[in-house]
């Protein structure tokens, strides 16, 4: 009897070996193929250990790879099972030997194939005694029943007693249109009647807010356009208010408008990101972010008519954050998201919290490595959400939990990004903001950067290698990966081939090795590789994170993962090192190649500054003050003499290249690049002859779009 003919039944899953796909309940829960082969493999062998190298060599039959990735495609499965790793329920590790699926398995042979109900002979490993599983029919069934009463408590914390009830957008058959096509559409949310929506328009380089009425069309520009940024919007349940988060980097106010328009009315300061207001217009909720070791982030409540009677509902400590949040549909209780994504784990869950006795509990145990947006659909139904999970960190999709099970399961059938999420209160419109990366590499002439620079591809991290090439991050194969190519362009080869996501490429001095960031091992770890892409190895164990610099000597300094701290690591691994524990003001870092000295932005009284540290030790240098005072830091490095700092900073749109001499306070602006944004500080990166520099133009396009109907 072939594999293939039959299936294995375990719990609410269904093994179809004929289709290959794993069902819950009948429908298929979304996994990889190896990830799949795997479950195969451990299921067919249920209450037996399999060793790890049996398991590499059924999963992997033709290709070497590390045991890292083992452990991460079995973390991928737990995740797909909703099981863990203390506490299991399907696949038990036994430590430095293999796994063993624990949970009792039931086989189904297709009907007249002479073959009698159970395990077929010679099929597997042989059982040691006559019995249906590995705890046993009692212990199963006990367990099963234990897990679906847990799974209905927690539901029913949040879901309350109507759980029949089904949203329109989930019924209606699947409708979609865009609000905007510009990529310049930051922020939109929906109003309450679902006839308005209002939008942050950024292409003229300003933000300017606008409403448009969806049944005639028409836009409306309600604030017209200005260098100050907006972070959040929320219509009041009347409709007749909007209330939004604006103005500078760090400087960000609460305001409360008419939607017909008129002058905004100030209700608080110090806000970060999301708000809501309460179904009764007498709240709105928002978050404070402080970055403190034991104040993250809060989430406070207040009165939305003036923002008295302040309240202080909840509190993370570094690095937690707290991201958007909802109130219930009765008022009483903050849905809200929390977690952490520095390390590329799936860290962050949904939690709720009583607003008047601040007690706390979860709404789901699934977990993910960020939620962008949250909907509640109406009549207790549910709740919508955009989430995305490790290993493909950047595809945020529209999660759905149901009013009858806390389990997350996946409603946008296509390959968009999607992140903040509104509904209106009948739950038959639904808008979302879609994202799209848009980064162009581009090497440049240093001594010459007005001149038409040479594409490369399409990323936004880079770093110089030897033998004219630059190693860079592209997501053109879906995820990220690590690729090199020849100066003029030509020789482009990937060097990285992993479900995960690897980023972060720094070359060693003489070449020879790449480090980067890898997330593989079910967190992000520091790991090598020789400059061809072979020798794939950790290097990291403990606190990993992201590479910055290699120096002459042989360390590897990166910035952690979870602290954002500043470490180093012997580049053949080994114990890793606290090197600067300020990891509320690192942002950006440079390190000289022979290790000496450090520069990196921090904060200083509100304004950044670049301070240069000496190492080991830490001991302040110098500290410059920036020309620009509300412009980004795009990209920071040292010239190849080591003598100047280069920096861009982003202002109104616009990038400039600036020259810092460490023996001057005086600073050059050596060149305009135009209104391109550049990407994350890792694009730029300055040749070791000096003759070169890389840059990362383009940005994330932002979209919104409305759905009808998502069947």
Known sequence: MSLETHSFEFGEFRIDNEEKVLLRGGNPVPITPKAFLLLQTLVKNHGHLVEKDTLMKSVWPDSFVEEGNLSFTVNLLRKALGDSRTDPRFIETVPKRGYRFIYDVTEHFPA???????????????????????YGLIAAGGELLLIVAVSLLIGSRYFGENQNNEAAILSAPFGMEKVSANGR????????????????????????????????????????????????????????????????????????????????????????????????????????????????????????????????????????????????????????????????????????????????????????????????????????????????????????????????????????????????????????????????????????????????????????????????????????????????????????????????????????????????????????????????VQVTKVEGGYPRAVTIDGWVYYLSGRGRDLRRVRSAGGVEEMVLNRSSSIEIVAILPDGTKIAFITKQNGSKTIEVVSLPGGTVIKDFALPELNAEVAGLDWTADGKSLAYFLVHGGRATLWLQPLDTAEVTRNADLGTEVPAEQSGFSCSPDGKFFTLSKGGWKHDAVLFTGLK
């Open 112 to 134: 007249g194939n002479g073959v009698a109900p159970g395990r077929p002979p010679g099929y597997g490993f042989q059982p040691q005694a006559a019995r249906p599983g590995y």
């Open 185 to 536: 559409t930051r922020l939109a949310t929906v109003s309450r009647d679902g006839k308005n929506v209002v939008f942050v328009d950024m292409s003229s380089g300003l933000q300017s807010v606008w409403i448009r009425q969806l049944q005639s069309n028409s836009n409306v520009e309600l604030i017209p356009a200005s260098d100050q940024i907006y972070g959040g919007f929320a219509f009041s349940y009347s409709g007749s208010s909007l209330f939004f988060v604006r103005g500078t980097l760090g400087d960000l106010k609460l305001f409360r408008m008419p939607v017909i328009g008129g002058p905004p009315v100030k209700i608080t300061s110090e806000i970060q990101g999301s708000i809501d207001v309460s179904p009764d217009d007498g709240k709105v909720s928002f978050v404070r972010c402080y970055y403190r070791d034991d104040d993250s982030c809060s989430l406070f409540v207040a009165d939305a008519a003036d923002g008295k009677n302040e309240k202080r509902l909840v509190t993370r400590p570094r690095p937690l954050r707290i991201g958007p949040h909802k109130f219930s549909p009765d008022g009483k209780e903050l849905i809200f998201a929390v977690g952490q994504s520095e390390n590329q784990a799936n860290e962050f869950a949904l939690s709720k919290v009583n607003v008047e006795t601040g007690v706390e509990t979860e709404v789901s145990p699934e977990r993910f490595f960020n939620i962008n947006g949250i909907a509640l659909l109406p009549g207790n139904a549910g709740i919508l959400l955009t989430a995305s999970r490790t290993p493909s960190l950047h595809y945020s999709r529209i999660w759905q939990i149901s009013a009858s099970s806390p389990v997350a399961v996946p409603i946008s059938k296509d390959s968009e990004t999607y992140a903040g999420l509104s509904i209106d209160k009948t739950g038959t419109v639904l808008l979302a903001t879609r994202i799209e990366q848009d980064f162009q590499l581009n090497i440049f002439q240093m001594d010459n950067p007005t001149v038409e620079p040479r594409f490369l591809g399409n990323a936004a991290e880079a770093d110089f290698a030897a033998g004219g090439k630059v190693v860079f991050t592209s997501r053109q194969t879906g995820n990220d990966e690590i690729w090199s190519i020849n100066f003029d362009g030509a020789g482009k080869r990937q060097l990285t081939s992993d479900p995960a996501d690897e980023g972060s490429p720094v070359v060693s001095p003489d070449g020879n090795t790449i480090f980067f960031s890898s997330n593989r091992s079910g967190e992000t770890q520091v790991w090598r590789m020789s400059s061809d892409g072979g020798s794939q």
